[in-house]
T-cell receptor
């Protein structure tokens, strides 16, 4: 059965810390992996990863995919309180989402 | 640019009633998706359309759920009759191109549905 597993489920850090969020997947006909940030409303798109080993960056956020080991990580450096959210990853075949990681950044 | 627009934002109704959720995708997007999000099950894909045609409805939980897309700018998700366990946030999303295009999906703000 296809599945996407995120870890940790919850994380509390202080401003300025660096965090790493994990996403492992087992899906048939895998095409790409997506990361979303969800605050109070709808998920907002962060990254789409299709190739192994190529890091994507956007400001303090970066992400990389390992298609051999079937996982992806999302890094956030110098965290800010505005980074507090649930981070979702999804395996882009049938858009199977993980349960998400709830990140709380304390001042 | 206008994003995906959903209505209503909130819906509270009694069990047994018919509920209709509405979605206007981003203009020019040819794929439309309906999702449901609950605390217990997370985010789930219910159904998606390509060029107004339903492609995969395997995520639709029961026959009480139905979705239509009469034209490129409008879709509905209907629940009849509604039950308390249908309470969730329902998201609509659209994209330009489907899975093979690797285009991201853009989500609406969701409809928070409460069935009493």
């Amino acid at each position: 059965e296809d599945k996407v597993v995120q870890s940790p489920l919850s994380l509390v850090v202080h401003e300025g810390d660096t965090v790493t969020l994990n996403c492992s997947y087992e899906v048939t006909n895998f095409r790409s992996l997506l990361w979303y940030k969800q605050e109070k409303k709808a998920p907002t798109f962060l990254f789409m990863l299709t190739s192994s080993g190529i890091e994507k960056k956007s400001g303090r956020l970066s992400s990389i995919l390992d298609k051999k080991e079937l996982f992806s990580i999302l890094n956030i450096t110098a965290t800010q309180t505005g980074d507090s959210a649930v981070y979702l990853c999804a395996a882009h075949n049938d858009m199977r989402f993980g349960a998400g990681t709830r990140l709380t950044v304390k001042p | 640019d206008a994003g995906v627009i959903q209505s209503p934002r909130h819906e509270v109704t009694e069990m047994g009633q018919e509920v209709t959720l509405r979605c206007k995708p981003i203009s020019g997007h040819d794929y439309l998706f309906w999702y449901r999000q609950t605390m217990m099950r997370g985010l789930e894909l219910l159904i998606y359309f390509n060029n107004n045609v339903p492609i995969d409805d395997s995520g639709m939980p029961e026959d009480r759920f139905s979705a239509k897309m009469p034209n490129a700018s409008f879709s509905t998700l209907k629940i009849q009759p509604s039950e308390p366990r249908d309470s969730a946030v329902y998201f609509c999303a659209s994209s330009l191109g489907g899975w093979g295009s690797n285009q991201p999906q853009h989500f609406g703000d969701g409809t928070r549905l409460s069935i009493l």
